[in-house]
């Protein structure tokens, strides 16, 4: 196995009497996209903070590669972060933002151009960052840390703002960049929404380690779950009652936890009951995501 591009270990952060990340490990594979997950004040931002040097730890270490970032001599050219999407000097241009950092990232005007193209602005190069719409910014963001032609990107919550169609080329954005052998670490708060660009999951909660695993060892983690729709709701409920099965109410049907759609298929035609919607429901990765990090809340549902 490669080494790890980055190494969190045993990472604790007080500001006062708040403990935002509480003694937490986990490594980060380079080649791979990794999901850096959490409920709002979980600490993700802090740890990345601390990765980046801008932080001081109370205890532990953050490396990147096999060292700290302020000991790294040309950092530029090794990690590339997007923190906040709001904090550019909004006067000048997103080019003149970006040839501000030429310099010390060690690259010409003509590769900000280029970064500038890569992200879709071009059309925006000279235009006031003050004016940039949300999603704007966030590409804007990306170009930057992207400048130096780092083999390290570390993205704090890059979706935030993107449109759909932004969603999905992110999404292909970063899945080259781990193709061609880049580490890439995104924060989200919202598993579904890196669902389908992570390789890796780290998911926390108050500071703490919760779970750090592939994506596919997070999804065995989740219950399957089938949708139904049947002329005889009460006869489905009798049959769920005596398989007992986990049923929900759904709209126009049940949900039902923990089983595949012929065991329900074949439970429903052997009790004589007419079906007309089976479905694979999926597996309810929000729900375990919320369970782990303990912010499920009672609005989710009321389960049979
Ligand atoms: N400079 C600071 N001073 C005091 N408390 C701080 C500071 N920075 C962060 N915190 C606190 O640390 C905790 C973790 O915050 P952090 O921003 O790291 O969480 P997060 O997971 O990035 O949240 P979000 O998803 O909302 O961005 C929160 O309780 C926050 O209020």
Same mark, same amino acid.
């Given at each position: 196995?490669?080494?790890?591009? @980055?190494? @969190?270990?045993?990472?604790?952060?007080?500001?006062?009497?708040?403990?935002?990340?509480?003694?937490?490990?986990?490594?980060?594979?380079?080649? #791979?996209?990794?999901?850096?997950? %959490?409920?709002? $004040?979980?600490?993700?931002?802090?740890?990345?903070?601390?990765?980046?040097?801008?932080?001081?730890?109370?205890?532990?270490?953050?490396?990147?590669?096999?060292?700290?970032?302020?000991?790294?001599?040309?950092?530029?050219?090794?990690?590339?972060?997007?923190?906040?999407?709001?904090?550019?000097?909004?006067?000048?241009?997103?080019?003149?933002?970006?040839?501000?950092?030429?310099?010390?990232?060690?690259?010409?005007?003509?590769?900000?151009?280029?970064?500038?193209?890569?992200?879709?602005?071009?059309?925006?190069?000279?235009? #006031?960052?003050?004016?940039?719409?949300?999603?704007?910014?966030?590409?804007?963001?990306?170009?930057?840390?992207?400048?130096?032609?780092?083999?390290?990107?570390?993205?704090?919550?890059?979706?935030?703002?993107?449109?759909?169609? $932004? @969603?999905?080329?992110?999404?292909?954005?970063?899945?080259?960049?781990?193709?061609? %052998?880049?580490?890439?670490?995104?924060?989200?708060?919202?598993?579904?929404?890196?669902?389908?660009?992570?390789?890796?999951?780290?998911?926390?909660?108050?500071?703490?380690?919760?779970?750090?695993?592939?994506?596919?060892?997070?999804?065995?983690?989740?219950?399957?779950?089938?949708?139904?729709?049947?002329?005889?709701?009460?006869?489905?409920?009798?049959?769920?009652?005596?398989?007992?099965?986990?049923?929900?109410?759904?709209?126009?049907?049940?949900? @039902?936890?923990?089983?595949?759609?012929?065991?329900? $298929?074949?439970?429903?035609?052997?009790?004589?009951?007419?079906?007309?919607?089976?479905?694979?429901?999926?597996?309810?990765?929000?729900?375990?995501?919320?369970?782990?990090?303990?912010?499920?809340?009672?609005?989710?549902?009321?389960? #049979?």
């Amino acid at each position: 196995m490669n080494s790890p591009a @980055i190494t @969190i270990d045993g990472l604790t952060k007080r500001f006062g009497a708040v403990t935002a990340v509480d003694d937490l490990s986990f490594t980060v594979a380079p080649g #791979r996209v990794t999901g850096f997950l %959490g409920p709002n $004040g979980s600490g993700k931002t802090t740890t990345l903070r601390m990765l980046l040097g801008l932080v001081e730890p109370t205890a532990g270490r953050a490396l990147i590669g096999d060292r700290p970032y302020l000991q790294i001599r040309r950092p530029a050219q090794e990690v590339g972060a997007a923190l906040e999407a709001s904090s550019f000097h909004p006067g000048r241009t997103g080019l003149g933002h970006l040839t501000t950092l030429a310099p010390q990232v060690g690259v010409s005007k003509a590769r900000c151009r280029e970064m500038l193209d890569f992200v879709g602005l071009t059309a925006a190069a000279d235009r #006031r960052v003050g004016g940039y719409s949300m999603g704007m910014r966030q590409r804007l963001g990306l170009a930057t840390a992207l400048l130096g032609d780092p083999g390290v990107i570390l993205l704090d919550e890059p979706a935030n703002g993107l449109d759909p169609q $932004g @969603i999905v080329w992110l999404r292909g954005l970063l899945r080259s960049l781990a193709h061609e %052998g880049r580490t890439v670490l995104l924060s989200s708060h919202v598993l579904a929404e890196v669902r389908s660009t992570v390789d890796d999951v780290v998911v926390i909660s108050n500071g703490r380690l919760v779970r750090a695993s592939t994506l596919t060892e997070f999804e065995d983690l989740a219950v399957h779950a089938v949708g139904v729709r049947t002329p005889s709701p009460a006869s489905f409920v009798a049959l769920a009652r005596e398989r007992h099965w986990r049923i929900e109410d759904a709209p126009g049907g049940f949900r @039902i936890h923990g089983v595949d759609t012929a065991t329900v $298929g074949s439970a429903a035609f052997g009790a004589g009951i007419e079906l007309h919607e089976l479905t694979d429901a999926g597996a309810d990765l929000e729900t375990v995501f919320l369970q782990l990090t303990g912010s499920a809340t009672p609005s989710m549902g009321a389960v #049979r």
